[in-house]
Structures are given as structure tokens and as C-alpha cells.
């Protein structure tokens, strides 16, 4: 982690984090708080079963510009978030510099980073992509365009090629924050026809500006975030993340958050991810709710310390893959391998680009 993001990290979370609770190492806590709960067994945090959700804008409430309308989200994405291709050129060869155009809304506003990728189906090459992120901006909402030139190559005279169209978390502050990465998507999209690799560019789509708008709160907008972006991780270290969290759907819930060893072609939330250990937080009150989303409650975010001991760290071995899953849950929920993904989930996140010492 370079000097400035460490001096950064120095910086506490601002003053509407009111209801800041202390972990103690390991996950306890005083006999003043919820009884704790012996660790449950391997929880692993795979997102691959999530079920298909209903975009949040398909009501006709919303102007067309406004909409946008993806009948099954794609495995693994966050539920509540839409995104749809709206422009792809019909035809297009290599060497054409060409436009596309995706909208897309999330479940909530907040920080995000959007890539545009062109991958062989078969074999995974990585051929090329853009990216655009919003670095002073929350948003829910946004619509952009791509420029890009088209460099696939054909096997054995066939293009057989996937467009993929992402937004991932972006965690930190303005000044301080990094892009997670791939398979952390929190909305994703493909095209539903491919363009003719035949014929010269046709079609381009045109330039549109980018923009970006919110939908009204709802009073079910749960959340968990990273501001303070942590020191980098060592094994046999502590290694302390402050994690807000936002509850509005229930009165209480318990924080539980696993450090995990990734698995999988994709490097992190595969079938066969690792659990390692935990720490957790229980008893999590509710959050005020917002009317606008310009101006937050002041509590409208609790600030949780989650420290993971050095005898828990010690448990990864330096150089793993291993990420953070934190999740919250009813209270007093345990891990029910009879459930398709081992918890009742209020909402879930994860921090994969943490960084070895």
C-alpha cells in the first residue's frame, strides 16, 4: 500500500458514525451484549446460487429514459440491480473503432467502477476492454457510452467472442479508494446478439452523454460498506476493518465476516472457496431512514471495528488468495447447510482486493 493511501488510513470515519460498536479480538464481546455464538462451519460466501431478481425499475412509474428492465439477473450478482445493453453496432471488423452504450441501476446509490470487455468464448482471452469509473459521485443509476477499437482475432476462421459489460464496488473515499475486481460485480450485462464479424462497421452507435440519477428510497435499502480502507494484511498480524453497516428492513441483525481463501477459474468466489475464520457482530440496531439520499441521517451508518486476531491471521498462509465476505442476518442465525445458500442473507459484500504486506 503506497505512503499516501497509509496516511489516508490514519483518517477516523466522519461523525455519523454515532453508533460505533467495539469488537474485542476473536469476535467477543462484554457479558453487557449479546451472548456470542461458537463459529459455524464453513460458510463459504459463493454467490453463484443467487436467484434471479426482478429489475428495480420495471414499474412504468419510471420515464422510458429512466428505465431499465433485465427480466434474470445474472448467477452472482446483487439482488436488486439491473443492467441492460442498450446500443451494439450490427456489424463491425477488426481494426473498427466503434460505441457502445449500457445503462444500468443498483440497489442503492453508491461508489462504482463500470468495465466494458471483449473475451474469447472458448479459451477466455482477455482481447481488450475500457473502464469508467465515478470518483467524487454516490449513484444509483448511470448510462454510458464506450469507445473502443475491436481487436478479436477468429479461431480456425470463426469469431467466437463474449461482451461483457460490469460495474464493481469501489471502496474508500474520494481521496482514497481502490477498484474491487472481477467476479465482484454488482451488476452485469451481456449483448443479446452478436454483430456481424464479416462486414465493415455498421450501425455505430452514437455518443451519448453520460448521466447519471437515483430512484426514490424505499425503506428497504440495506448496506455494508468500507470507508477506511485498512492496512494491508500480514499473516500472524492483527489486522482491524472498520466496516459501516445500514439497516432499515429489520429492527436488529448480527455482522458475521469471514476472512476466506478463493478458489475457481475466477481466483476468488468459486464453488470451493475456503472459510478460514471469523469475526462477528451481534445485535446490530436499525439505522434511520432516509427521504433523499442528498442529505443521510446523521447515524444513518454504524461503524463496526472488526479485528482479526494474529492467531487468526496466522491461519492464512502468506501469499493465499484470501478476501474478506461479510454479511448480516437475522439475529442469532447460524449457518444452515439446508438453506441453497447456507444463511437467510438481509445483505452481503466482499473485499477482494485486499492487499499482503
Same mark, same amino acid.
Given at each position: 500500500?503506497?505512503?499516501?493511501?497509509?496516511?489516508?488510513?490514519?483518517?477516523?470515519?466522519?461523525?455519523?458514525?454515532?453508533?460505533?460498536?467495539?469488537?474485542?479480538?476473536?469476535?467477543?464481546?462484554?457479558?453487557?451484549?449479546?451472548?456470542?455464538?461458537?463459529?459455524?462451519?464453513?460458510?463459504?460466501?459463493?454467490?453463484?446460487?443467487?436467484?434471479?431478481?426482478?429489475?428495480?425499475?420495471?414499474?412504468?412509474?419510471?420515464?422510458?429514459?429512466?428505465?431499465?428492465?433485465?427480466?434474470?439477473?445474472?448467477?452472482?450478482?446483487?439482488?436488486?440491480?439491473?443492467?441492460?445493453?442498450?446500443?451494439?453496432?450490427?456489424?463491425?471488423?477488426?481494426?473498427?473503432?466503434?460505441?457502445?452504450?449500457?445503462?444500468?441501476?443498483?440497489?442503492?446509490?453508491?461508489?462504482?467502477?463500470?468495465? @466494458? =470487455?471483449? &473475451?474469447?468464448?472458448?479459451?477466455?482471452?482477455?482481447? %481488450? *476492454?475500457?473502464? /469508467?469509473?465515478?470518483? !467524487?459521485?454516490?449513484?444509483?443509476?448511470?448510462?454510458?457510452?464506450?469507445?473502443?477499437?475491436?481487436?478479436?482475432?477468429?479461431?480456425?476462421?470463426?469469431?467466437?467472442?463474449?461482451?461483457?459489460?460490469?460495474?464493481?464496488?469501489?471502496?474508500?473515499?474520494?481521496?482514497?479508494?481502490?477498484?474491487?475486481?472481477?467476479?465482484?460485480?454488482?451488476?452485469?450485462?451481456?449483448?443479446?446478439?452478436?454483430?456481424?464479424?464479416?462486414?465493415?462497421?455498421?450501425?455505430?452507435?452514437?455518443?451519448?452523454?453520460?448521466?447519471?440519477?437515483?430512484?426514490?428510497?424505499?425503506?428497504?435499502?440495506?448496506?455494508?460498506?468500507?470507508?477506511?480502507?485498512?492496512?494491508?494484511?500480514?499473516?500472524?498480524?492483527?489486522?482491524?476493518?472498520?466496516?459501516?453497516?445500514?439497516?432499515?428492513?429489520?429492527? @436488529? =441483525?448480527? &455482522?458475521?465476516?469471514?476472512?476466506?481463501?478463493?478458489? %475457481? *477459474?475466477?481466483? /476468488?468466489?468459486?464453488? !470451493?472457496?475456503?472459510?478460514?475464520?471469523?469475526?462477528?457482530?451481534?445485535?446490530?440496531?436499525?439505522?434511520?431512514?432516509?427521504?433523499?439520499?442528498?442529505?443521510?441521517?446523521?447515524?444513518?451508518?454504524?461503524?463496526?471495528?472488526?479485528?482479526?486476531?494474529?492467531?487468526?491471521?496466522?491461519?492464512?498462509?502468506?501469499?493465499?488468495?484470501?478476501?474478506?465476505?461479510?454479511?448480516?442476518?437475522?439475529?442469532?442465525?447460524?449457518?444452515?447447510?439446508?438453506?441453497?445458500?447456507?444463511?437467510?442473507?438481509?445483505?452481503?459484500?466482499?473485499?477482494?482486493?485486499?492487499?499482503?504486506?
Amino acid at each position: 500500500m503506497n505512503k499516501l493511501m497509509s496516511i489516508a488510513l490514519l483518517a477516523t470515519m466522519a461523525s455519523s458514525f454515532d453508533n460505533a460498536v467495539r469488537i474485542l479480538p476473536g469476535g467477543s464481546m462484554d457479558s453487557s451484549m449479546a451472548p456470542t455464538m461458537a463459529p459455524t462451519m464453513a460458510p463459504t460466501m459463493s454467490p453463484s446460487m443467487m436467484m434471479p431478481t426482478a429489475s428495480p425499475t420495471m414499474s412504468l412509474l419510471f420515464p422510458e429514459d429512466e428505465r431499465c428492465v433485465q427480466t434474470v439477473i445474472p448467477p452472482g450478482v446483487k439482488p436488486g440491480s439491473c443492467m441492460v445493453t442498450m446500443c451494439v453496432p450490427t456489424s463491425l471488423q477488426e481494426g473498427d473503432t466503434f460505441h457502445a452504450t449500457v445503462r444500468f441501476c443498483l440497489q442503492r446509490p453508491r461508489k462504482f467502477h463500470l468495465v @466494458f =470487455a471483449i &473475451l474469447d468464448e472458448r479459451t477466455k482471452e482477455y482481447y %481488450g *476492454g475500457a473502464g /469508467f469509473g465515478i470518483y !467524487e459521485t454516490r449513484s444509483q443509476c448511470a448510462e454510458h457510452t464506450f469507445e473502443y477499437t475491436f481487436n478479436a482475432k477468429p479461431i480456425d476462421g470463426v469469431y467466437d467472442v463474449m461482451w461483457k459489460f460490469y460495474a464493481t464496488v469501489k471502496h474508500g473515499t474520494d481521496e482514497i479508494f481502490v477498484n474491487d475486481m472481477f467476479p465482484n460485480m454488482i451488476a452485469e450485462a451481456g449483448i443479446a446478439a452478436q454483430p456481424d464479424y464479416t462486414q465493415p462497421l455498421t450501425d455505430d452507435c452514437p455518443v451519448l452523454e453520460t448521466r447519471f440519477w437515483d430512484l426514490p428510497p424505499t425503506g428497504k435499502q440495506d448496506g455494508i460498506e468500507w470507508f477506511d480502507l485498512p492496512e494491508c494484511f500480514q499473516s500472524g498480524i492483527e489486522w482491524v476493518i472498520n466496516t459501516a453497516t445500514h439497516l432499515e428492513s429489520q429492527d @436488529f =441483525a448480527d &455482522l458475521h465476516c469471514n476472512l476466506q481463501i478463493g478458489t %475457481g *477459474g475466477d481466483k /476468488f468466489l468459486g464453488p !470451493e472457496d475456503v472459510y478460514v475464520t471469523e469475526t462477528n457482530v451481534y445485535n446490530i440496531a436499525a439505522n434511520p431512514v432516509t427521504k433523499d439520499w442528498d442529505n443521510l441521517p446523521v447515524d444513518y451508518w454504524t461503524n463496526n471495528e472488526i479485528v482479526f486476531t494474529a492467531e487468526q491471521t496466522a491461519l492464512v498462509e502468506t501469499g493465499a488468495r484470501v478476501y474478506l465476505a461479510c454479511f448480516m442476518v437475522p439475529p442469532m442465525s447460524q449457518y444452515d447447510p439446508t438453506l441453497p445458500l447456507g444463511w437467510d442473507f438481509i445483505d452481503r459484500e466482499f473485499f477482494l482486493v485486499m492487499e499482503h504486506c
